[in-house]
């Protein structure tokens, strides 16, 4: 059954939402992050996609103190993502109360690195992002594109063993236009035993049960519920 997984994206301590990756058409939304995350709980969600669009893009971990306080909500799982550089950042983060670690630029810029955190703090403890735009990935808060392949990039930390991946169609992300459900689809059949996160262009409860017909293990859902597309009971089972 797939899993249904709310997103904060962190941007001057508040929660927005990006059109595209594009920080300049960053949409504010007017809950504290520690609010919206309790709401995400009280609804029903169990696990929560945390970004720090600031580390992301800076390059350092820029919101430590507010994973603390949204790890401190007893129903949720959160995995974070953002300015995750060194083994103390892993450490940092896990001790903060993260359950996953969410690496993208890293793993894309520096693998034998990423590989020695997944042997150090476990391989279950991180989710690879592979984020991308027409097939090739970005890094750097998506900021930076990049030569590489989607499905090459994959290839090459399946090779290795790693079964837990986030993807993210930027084109699609915030646009609410539907998912790329056909290349979900393809990459799970291509990689058997893959736990794949769908995420960009969710809109309503057909578009995750078609990403759950895909074979995704969880989809990432963001705009559509700041915008009140639908009830969040739509989506916890």
């Not at 592979?130 to 399946?158: M, N, V």
Request: positive net charge.
């Amino acid at each position: 059954m797939i899993e249904p997984i709310p997103a904060i994206d962190l941007l001057d301590g508040a929660c927005v939402r990006l059109e595209r990756g594009d920080y300049r058409r960053a949409q504010r939304y007017p809950l504290p992050p520690l609010e919206q995350a309790c709401r995400f709980a009280a609804a029903g969600f169990r696990r929560l996609h945390l970004v720090d669009l600031e580390g992301a893009r800076a390059g350092h971990i820029m919101h430590l103190d507010l994973l603390k306080q949204i790890t401190a909500v007893p129903e949720l799982m959160v995995d974070f993502s953002g300015g995750i550089r060194s083994d103390s950042d892993c450490r940092a983060v896990l001790n903060a109360g993260a359950r996953w670690i969410t690496i993208g630029s890293m793993a894309i810029r520096r693998p034998a690195q990423v590989l020695s955190w997944l042997e150090r703090f476990g391989p279950d403890r991180f989710i690879l992002a592979a984020d991308s735009r027409s097939g090739k990935l970005a890094a750097r808060g998506w900021q930076q594109q990049t030569t590489l392949e989607l499905s090459a990039f994959i290839r090459s930390y399946y090779r290795r063993g790693v079964r837990q991946f986030l993807s993210t169609d930027i084109d699609r992300d915030g646009m609410l236009g539907g998912p790329a459900t056909a290349r979900y689809a393809a990459l799970v059949r291509r990689f058997p035993g893959i736990r794949l996160i769908a995420s960009g262009g969710l809109r309503h409860r057909a578009d995750l049960d078609a990403l759950e017909a895909a074979g995704c293990s969880g989809a990432i859902i963001g705009k559509a519920l700041y915008e009140g597309a639908f009830q969040f009971v739509h989506y916890v089972k």
